[in-house]
């Protein structure tokens, strides 16, 4: 091709918002790498267990970004898999305790074997899930993936065996590759690095070819339809993707809180999930993480507060979505 | 010449109304093939029939000896049958070359792939400049589509369509809403791809049908009146009664 | 068979007050193009207000009048106050303002009202039992509630089928444009429309309050059921409301009725009943799915 390649790889962003993007991204890892110092300097160390959760709830929401945002698939049901990927993780530990089994197997509580199990049985999961949700579109897909989500926080209601409502605790934490994840601050950068390592993949899949196509979806599914894409099965794939990240979100949590309920997979985190990704600004991946880190802040002052705290909360997302046309990523790093 | 696109008695009612009546239509390899019609002659239907986005209630497809009437757009794509929309249908928040790289990338094989970065393969990169050159936008290839001119939407279409390097064009009024002077380089851009690729064209702009059609079709109440060369269609008494009357032949 | 029976009213009963509820949101939905997730807090709020007046003054008919009115009045506030603002905007948007409505009213209701449970009687009047076929007797209570629910089903299909109101109901779900166009005062046509389904919505809270616990979150429960109602009817019908509605209190009241009994033919008591109450929670979202993948319009599309 003699036309001339470097001018075709030119971002269509101006390069002064990229700079710009790059500063705040790199002043939000230092962030994350410095938050557990800044506890222990405070006095306050027990903040690092609180950043933690802050942590994985950031890489539920931005797994929910890959599809809501990147895709454009409102999924109304994200804490499912979330709760999914708990309850692997937990089911796994409580078959290891009491040295039962499970269809033959006597369960596991090394996080190398059960992190990577509750990924895969929740994709396994939302696999047929998704092939019927996305059969629908626009606000039907919204509700029927409640729906779906619905029916899963019902199967663990009704599972006695695992604790049904009161939920089911883990002695301890998993064992890494036989390392203890007792200590607050390794398992807090165990989680960053998870968060981490996943937002860096999904950057990479929002940028590769089928980031581009599912990207496209978004913008217009009838374009997308007439280049020949067959894009059921591009949104199917996102939505399991998506899936499995919220799956590693919540064998995170199940492992923070030592305890997983059904309430892990009430349709109320799946809002929650969903008023991260917007505030935080969709499609940005990494707005998300910023995000689940002012909600859950936020959360957490105002509780400190009142005990009334969604009297403020409420409203104050509403005047959010009324206002603010663009989410938090936009503001600060100038993207969007 | 071999037909490569043909309808045979196509039907599709909404309610009493026919949208299309029993419609057998043939594209000839290496044809310019015009459908001109009235407004609410159909012609929005018979495009959609053809492109998969409507299922006809009778009637059969066939592309190149081949029954498509159920497939699905996609499909269709893939077996050469690319079109271009009447109503801009680009990736607004996507530059130009975005747009035409993301069709170059639909023929080039699987794009279940998720590292790599689309927008510095060169293997998509490439090509889509060559096609953006082609319908004259290089200067605008990095700018966002929404953006862009009405003028401009219509030749990124028409760059879009080529990039998929299709055996066979269905051109959705190509010309609607262009001033004179975007629309003569539009008509000089389809003479130039006259003789690589047989179209399908649908379009109101008479001037321009008659100087690119081989043969011209007429649509009126869901019907083909008439087929034709376009001097026949102009001579054809029961054509300019029904659609030429108004224009004083 | 008797049994059944009984189960069969209760079913249809839980049906037309869910048909309450998914007559509003459908319409709602219809012609403003609106979800709204604050559907069930006025619900809830219909049914704490009619609760908090029968416990105060013993009078139902006061408690049915506070029940409309607070909904109503609840209604007009969030349509005047936010879902205004909301008519062009993404659902996502649309979502997630209503959503922080709903924690507003979840947290407003347990501030004023407590966490504990209320419980309200039926009306004296509505108190007994009637026999409705010689030796099975069966809540007059009840029995009111599915009249009730019909007899407002009825004027509803009058209102939308007959009116000039419904005419332009009929012609905003399709046409918006075209009724704007026509004259007439869009805004005031929507604000029309939200309070008729918070005044329904408050009925129906009306009803629930004295066969169910009023308490914080009953709104939500009721909600999503209704969401299932409304996908499996097709949005923004009001006739597919009615079809899905009934479906949905059918389905669910038959399966948490039977089957847990059908599970203990094939497995242990404990396992069935755990197994059962699981199924039979899920049975209305797998109706859901089942109709999603034959038709995914609903049944009777608008």
Known sequence: ???????????????????????????????????????????????????????????????????????GLTSFGHAAWFGLGGYVVAIAAFHAQDASTLL?????????????????????????????????????????????????????????????????????????AGADLRDATVFYYVCVACLVAWTTLCAAIRRSRFGMVLSGCRQSERRLLALGYPVYRYKLVAFVLAAAGAALSGALWANAARFVSPDMLAWVKSGELMVMVILGGTGTLFGPIAGAFVLLGVEQLLSAWTEHWMLILGPLLVLFVVFARRGLWGLVAGER | MATLLETSRLDKSFGALKATDDVSLAVDAGEVHAVIGPNGAGKTTLIAQLTGELAPDRGTIRFDGRDITGLPTWRRTRLGLARSFQITTLLPQMSAEDNVALAVQARSGSSFRFFADARRDTTLRGPAR???????????????????????????????ALALQPRMLLLDEPLAGMGQEDSARMVALLRSLKSELPMLLVEHDMDAVFSLADRVSVLVYGRIIATGTPQAIRDDPAVRNAYLGGQGG | MLLFLEQLLNGLQYGVMLFLLAAGLTLVFGIMGVINLAHGSLFMVGAYAAAAVAGHTGSFALAALAALAAAGGAGLAVEFLVIRRLYDRD??????????????????????????????????????????IPGVPYPTFRLAILATGVAVAAGLAFLIARTRLGMLIRAGATHRAIVGALGVDIRLLFTLVFALGALLAGLAGLMAAPILAVQVGMGEQILIATFVVVVIGGLGSVRGAFVGALLVGLVDTLARAFVPGLLKQVFA??????????????????LMALVLVFRPRGLLPA
């Open chain 2, 130 to 160: 060559s096609f953006l050159e082609r319908v004259g936008l290089a200067p605008v290839a990095q700018t966002r589509c929404r953006e862009l001119s009405h003028g401009e939407h219509r030749q990124l279409e028409l760059a879009v």
């Open chain 3, 269 to 286: 008591p404990t396992t069935a009943d755990a197994l059962g109450a699981g199924l039979a929670s899920a049975a209305i979202y797998l």
């Open chain 3, 91 to 132: 659902h996502l948007d649309q979502v997630l303002a209503t959503f922080g409505l709903l924690l507003f009213f979840n947290e407003l209701v347990a501030t004023l009202a407590g966490r504990t449970p209320l419980f309200m009687q039926p009306p004296a009047w509505l108190g007994g039992a009637v026999e409705i």
């Open chain 1, 104 to 176: 033959g197997w006597g369960g596991s509580t090394e996080a190398l074997v059960v992190w990577p199990l509750a990924i895969a049985v929740t994709a396994l999961v939302a696999l047929p899930i998704g092939a019927l949700s996305l059969r629908t579109s626009g606000i039907h897909f919204i509700m029927i993936t409640l729906a779906f989500a619905q029916m899963l926080f019902y199967l663990f209601v009704s599972v006695k065996f695992y604790g049904g409502d009161d939920g089911l605790a883990m002695q301890r934490r998993n064992t890494l």
């Open chain 1, 1 to 71: 091709m003699p036309a001339p390649l470097a001018s075709a790889q030119l971002p269509a962003t101006p390069p002064a918002s990229v700079a710009r993007r790059r500063v705040v991204l790199l002043a939000g890892c230092l962030l994350l790498a410095a938050l557990p110092a800044i506890a222990h300097g405070a006095g306050q160390p027990f903040l690092i267990a609180t950043f933690t959760r802050f942590v994985i709830y950031a890489i539920a929401a931005v797994s929910l970004d890959l599809i809501l945002g990147i895709g």
